[in-house]
C-alpha cells in the first residue's frame, strides 16, 4: 500500500506529525477485554466451485477459461478452469468475491490442479499460477510443478474469518512454450467453533528468549545464521503449536522468500501461510500452563534493494522485522493477521534478545539493545547487542558517519547517518533526540532500553520507523520527537497493532506535540468525517481499504481527540492519567477498553458522549 506513506511529513492541525507505530503486545499479566467471540456457523462459502452450473458467481478473463471443452479433462463432473496453455505472452484470471464466517477455529481453502506444459527446463519458473486473497499472494505454482494429473491443494485462510474478500487465480505465460494450468473442484470450508477457546484472556507464549547468531556477506545485504527461542505456556489452556511471523516475507514471493527458515527443532513446522508470513509450528506435546519449550531453526535473511525499513539504499541496509518471532494468542485466538505496508500489523509480547552479528570491519552495525564489538575473524567484527524486554529486533548495516551524545537524564544515543546527510543536520538531530527522549521520560517514565540508535537516511518514502531503543528517521525534529515517543506507546505500552493502531500512532503523535510545546488548541474543530464507519480506532483492515484517511485520522484526529480529553479533564489530571496508565501498562499490553476505563476513573465528568463524540469504540 505504497501510494500513500504511512509515516506522513507535515504540518497543521490535523498532518501527522511523521511516521508510525508498530505494534507491540505485551506481558501474560494483564487481561485483555475483548468481545465474545461470534458463533461458527460451519460453511462451504465458494460457489459453483465445480463450475458445473454456468460461470456465475465467478468472473473470467474469456468466456473459454470456464469450459468442457476437449484438450484437459475435469477432476469432476464435466467442466473446468483452463487458465493460459496458449504458448505466447499470455495472462488468465478467474475470481469471485467470498465472504468467510467469523468465529470458526479453522477456514481452509482447497482445490484440484492439473499442470501440463511444454517447458523442458528443471529450474526456471516461466509461466505461473497464483492464488490470491485480495492483494495477497497465498501461493504460487509454476511449469517446475508439472504433474501427470490432478493434485489438491490446501492453504491455511483462517486469518480472513470476518471479512468479504476477493478469491482469484492469475495464470501468466511467456512468450513461448506453453503450460496450462487447470483447476477444479475449488472450495473454501470453514469449521470449528465447538471446541471451546483458551480458557483465559492470558497472552500466550509468555516470556520469549531470543538468541540469534548471524554472520553477513561482505555487503551487509544477507545474513545466516541460527535462531532459538524458549518460551512459557501462560495460559490455562495447552499449546499444541505456536506461530512464528515470517513478516518480511511481505517483501518477497513464497517462490523467493526473504526470509527463510530451514531445519526446525523442537517441534514440526507446516507450510507457510499468510502470503508466507505465518510458520506454523507443531509441538511434540501439548504444553500445559507453566511448562517451557525451545525451539530453533536456521534462519536466511536476504535484503531487497530499496529504502525500506526492511530493504538497502546502496550499501546502507535497514533491517526491521527480519527476526522470527512468535505469534501472540488470546481470548481472541491466534493473531495471525497479513502484513500491512500502510501502517503496522506487528503484535508481540515483551522478550529478551541477544543477537551476535558477524560482520565485515568496514560495516556499522546499529541496532536494538546495548552493543558491544568484538574483533572476529580476519578483516571481520562480531557485534552483540542484548536487549531486555523490547517487543522486536532491528538492526542496520553500512559504512555510516556515526555521532554520539549523553541525554541530561543520562541515556547514550547514537546517530547514524548515511552519505549525503551533512553533519550539521547530523548533530541537529542529535540534540534533538536527547531533548525528546528526556522529555518523553518525565511524562511517562525513565527510558530503560539504555543506549537509543537513530538511522538517518532521507530517501526513506514512510519519513521514519520505530523498533525498541532503534529508529529510521529522516531529516526532521518532529518525525525524530515522534519516533522516539513511540519507545513508550508501542514499545513499553505495547498494543494489538494491526486491530488498534490509534493506541500507539495516536498517543505518540499527542507526546510529539507535548514535547514541542503544542497544546493542540481547536484542532477538533477541522475534523470532517468521511463516512459514518469511519472511526479513530478501526482496524488496520479497514485503513488498507481506505488509505488515504489513514493518517489524518488515526494520527491526526487521533491526537486531537487526546487534547480535547486533557481539557475535559485538566492539565494536571490527564498528565497523572498518562504517567499512571504507562506505569501499569509497563512491558504490557494497553486496550482501547482498558484507556477508556482509566479516563473514566480519572474524572467525575460522564465520558459517554465523549467517546461518541471522537468515535472512539471499544
Known amino acids: 500500500m505504497r501510494s500513500t506513506p504511512h509515516k506522513a511529513l507535515g504540518a497543521g492541525a490535523l498532518t501527522v506529525a511523521a511516521v508510525a507505530a508498530l505494534v507491540l503486545p505485551g506481558t501474560p499479566a494483564a487481561a485483555r477485554p ?7 456457523t460451519p460453511a462451504q462459502v465458494v460457489g459453483n466451485g465445480g463450475f458445473e452450473s454456468g460461470t456465475s458467481p465467478w468472473s473470467a478473463s474469456s468466456s473459454t477459461v470456464i469450459t468442457s471443452r476437449a484438450g484437459q479433462t475435469a477432476h469432476g463432473g464435466s467442466s473446468y478452469a483452463w487458465l493460459d496453455g496458449v504458448g505466447s505472452s499470455h495472462t488468465d484470471t478467474l475470481g469471485q468475491s467470498v465472504t468467510i464466517p467469523a468465529g470458526c477455529d479453522a477456514a481452509t481453502l482447497t482445490f484440484w490442479l492439473h499442470i501440463d506444459t511444454d517447458e523442458t527446463t528443471s529450474s526456471v519458473a516461466y509461466d505461473k499460477l497464483r492464488a490470491k486473497i485480495g492483494s495477497t499472494t497465498l501461493a504460487t505454482y509454476s511449469n517446475l510443478d508439472k504433474n501427470t494429473g490432478y493434485v489438491k491443494k490446501s492453504i491455511d485462510v483462517s486469518a480472513y474469518a470476518g471479512q468479504t474478500v476477493a478469491l482469484s487465480f492469475t495464470g501468466t505465460e511467456d512468450s513461448s512454450l ?13 469449521s470449528g467453533g465447538s471446541a471451546p477457546p483458551p480458557g483465559d484472556s492470558t497472552r500466550t507464549p509468555a516470556a520469549p528468549s531470543y538468541t540469534v547468531n548471524l554472520s553477513s556477506d561482505t555487503t551487509g545485504t544477507a545474513w545466516a545464521g541460527h535462531e532459538s527461542v524458549t518460551f512459557t505456556n501462560a495460559s490455562a489452556t495447552a499449546l499444541n503449536e505456536v506461530y512464528l511471523r515470517l513478516w518480511d516475507n511481505y517483501h518477497g514471493t513464497c517462490d523467493a522468500m526473504p526470509i527463510r527458515v530451514t531445519n526446525v527443532t523442537g517441534g514440526t513446522a507446516e507450510a507457510p501461510s499468510v502470503a508466507c508470513t505465518a510458520l506454523k509450528i507443531d509441538l511434540p506435546a501439548p504444553l500445559a500452563q507453566g511448562q517451557s519449550a525451545t525451539l530453533g531453526f536456521d534462519l536466511g535473511i536476504t535484503v531487497p534493494s530499496g529504502a525500506d525499513r526492511f530493504g538497502h539504499d546502496g550499501a546502507y541496509s535497514f533491517i526491521g522485522n527480519a527476526l522470527p518471532v512468535l505469534a501472540v494468542r488470546d481470548s481472541a485466538g491466534w493473531h495471525l493477521d497479513p502484513y500491512t505496508d500502510n501502517g503496522e500489523s506487528f503484535y508481540s509480547l515483551a522478550a529478551d534478545f541477544k543477537v551476535t552479528l558477524d560482520h565485515p570491519n568496514g560495516l556499522l552495525v546499529p541496532a536494538t539493545g546495548t552493543s558491544t ?3 572476529g575473524s580476519s578483516g571481520r567484527t562480531v557485534t552483540t547487542a542484548t536487549a531486555s524486554k523490547v517487543r522486536d529486533f532491528a538492526w542496520a548495516a553500512g559504512p555510516f558517519t556515526k555521532i554520539s551524545g549523553t541525554s541530561s537524564a543520562g541515556v547514550a544515543v547514537n546517530v547514524y547517518s548515511v552519505s549525503g546527510i551533512s553533519s550539521s543536520s547530523a548533530q541537529s538531530m542529535l540534540s534533538t533526540a536527547k531533548t525528546a527522549v528526556d522529555a518523553h ?4 517514565g525513565a527510558y530503560p532500553y539504555g543506549e537509543l540508535d537513530a538511522v538517518l537516511d532521507n530517501n526513506y518514502w514512510f519519513g521514519g520507523m520505530e523498533y525498541p531503543g532503534f529508529v529510521l528517521d529522516v531529516v526532521s525534529s518532529t518525525a525524530l520527537t515522534h519516533e522516539i515517543g513511540h519507545q513508550w506507546w508501542y514499545g513499553i505500552v505495547g498494543d494489538d497493532e494491526y486491530n488498534s493502531p490509534w493506541l500507539d500512532e495516536a498517543f505518540t503523535d499527542y507526546a510529539t506535540d507535548l514535547a514541542l510545546g503544542k497544546t493542540g488548541s481547536n484542532c477538533w474543530n477541522s475534523v470532517s468525517w468521511a463516512s459514518s464507519a469511519e472511526k479513530i480506532t478501526n482496524s488496520m483492515a479497514y485503513w488498507d481499504a481506505h488509505s488515504s484517511r489513514y493518517s489524518t485520522v488515526v494520527y491526526g484526529y487521533g491526537k486531537c481527540a487526546l487534547h480535547d480529553l486533557r481539557r475535559v479533564l485538566g492539565d494536571t489530571a490527564m498528565t497523572k492519567l498518562l504517567k499512571d496508565y504507562a506505569t501499569a501498562h509497563w512491558y504490557g499490553v494497553s486496550t482501547t477498553a482498558e484507556f477508556k476505563a482509566a479516563a ?3 474524572t467525575s465528568t ?6 461518541t463524540q471522537h468515535r472512539i469504540d471499544g
Do not use: E, G
Open 34 to 40: 475483548t468481545a465474545a467471540p461470534a458463533a461458527c
Open 606 to 611: 460522564d465520558l459517554t458522549s465523549f467517546w
Open 373 to 375: 564489538d568484538t574483533p
Open 600 to 602: 473514566q476513573a480519572a
Open 178 to 190: 506453453r503450460t496450462s494450468f487447470v483447476l477444479d473442484d475449488i472450495a473454501l470450508d470453514t
Open 441 to 444: 521520560a518525565a511524562r511517562f
